[in-house]
């Protein structure tokens, strides 16, 4: 079983900048990759960002390079977001998730676990 636990959302103004953090639990053999995903009232859940476990290569959406960057601490299994330069547009709850096989990290269907989400809001 695994289990992945967000924190680091709230409150900020437009310019302002957050991490979130996300430890996973459970099962760390064979993780192929972590990702970010976010969800806007009324949108779908979209990719943001995602990180190669073994390697650490990264993912981005085009819109969001260069404002967000994904990390990890391996030996803590944890993945980052830092998010900087924040605008209202990402106002949405981020969603950490794992998956244990290879293939396309952009798809939300691709990935096999996920955490309850935290609440990212961005006043203007």
């Known amino acids: 079983q695994v289990q992945l636990v967000e924190s680091g959302g709230g409150l900020v103004q437009a310019g302002g900048s957050l991490r979130l953090s996300c430890v996973a639990s459970?099962?760390?053999?064979?993780?192929?990759?972590m990702g970010w995903f976010r969800q806007a009232p009324g949108k779908e859940r979209e990719f943001v960002a995602a990180i190669a476990w073994a390697g650490g290569s990264t993912y981005y959406v085009d819109s969001l390079k260069g404002r967000f960057t994904v990390s990890r601490d391996y030996a803590r299994n944890t993945v980052y977001l830092q998010m900087n330069s924040l605008e209202p547009e990402d106002t949405a709850v981020y969603y950490c998730?794992?998956?244990?096989?290879?293939?396309?990290?952009?798809?939300?269907?691709?990935?096999?676990?996920w955490g309850q989400g935290t609440q990212v809001t961005v006043s203007s």
């Open positions: 998730a794992s998956r244990y096989h290879s293939g396309s990290l952009y798809y939300a269907q691709e990935y096999d676990y």
């Open positions: 459970g099962r760390t053999f064979s993780r192929y990759a």
